[in-house]
């Protein structure tokens, strides 16, 4: 990821465009892939607003249970009124201005990275080294750890590398910031997520493992928050609860904010309808595009059979649109050469 995040640098900063994702294929190859890329991206980024919503609820639900029906994780009438509620807010915060999103996000990101600290410095007090070695430690193998970054979720902790080039267009100095937001994002996460991990191997209360840890995902449906109440920290338990609803939020209202730059770029390419090219004028941001971002939003939140397979066909979908980046940036560097080094709407100047 760290790998990719360097290539996006690298367009993002050259070319600094709303919605670039979808754009840079247009540039490299034409319009049959910036077609294609704009389709699969935007049923991507669209249902990811959905997917973390669903995510809250799904949260939520242990306060409220009556968020979700009983011996399934299908919302109930309330619980699909609180994920479209959720919807509305994100997209009143991004209808309104920049700014209203950008205080609302600065929040979140905040508490987002607040809880687990505090989650890996209490666990870290009850750490028991003898976890690592106890019968049955990783019990899938590397199989387990294969199906866990593509299919479990993993992938999700890096979905910040998109986004950030899908709003390249309105950030000041993009040749400094998206290099760093991108390099950051990707070592940030993965040392708090390597973290977590630690502590949570470690601060399993021993007698739990007793029967091996084969188990330990049934054992501990919500893990953080169930192994906070075994050690008696209720308090970083409520805190932990807390943070999976709010958390999910903060990724569906950057998304909600994303997309509708991704549907302008697409429409800008010309292989998308010309409506999603109109921007408020006052506010810079592209208003049809994101009507249509919340329609498919709600969409996408309609009772599907399954909400993990849909998350593994996002995940496919986000592997795709991520593959292409290198390729793009290869065509460009060999088809688009200049003395200055640094190419504008397909064409180096």
Known sequence: MLLLGIVYCELGAALPRAGGVVRYPFYSHGPLLGYLMGLITLIAFSSLVAIEVVASRQYAAAWFPGLTRSGSSDPTVLGWLMQ??????????????????????????????????????VLFTFFTPANFTSAGFAPFGLSGVEMAVSAGGVIFAYLGLTPIISVASEVHNPQRTIPLALILSVLLSTAIYVLLQIAFLGGIPSQMLESGWANMGKALALPYRDIALALGVAWLAWLVVADAVISPSGCGNIYMNATPRVIYGWAQTGTFFKLFTRIDAESGIPRPALWLTFGLSVFWTLPFPSWEALINVVSAALMLSYAVAPVSVAALRRSARSCRGRFVCGAWH
Do not use: H
């Open 84 to 121: 479209f509620a959720l919807l509305c807010l994100f997209f009143w915060l991004n209808y309104r201005s920049v700014k209203t999103f950008a205080k609302a996000n600065n929040l979140i990101s905040v508490f987002k990275f607040v809880v687990p600290l505090l989650v890996i410095v």
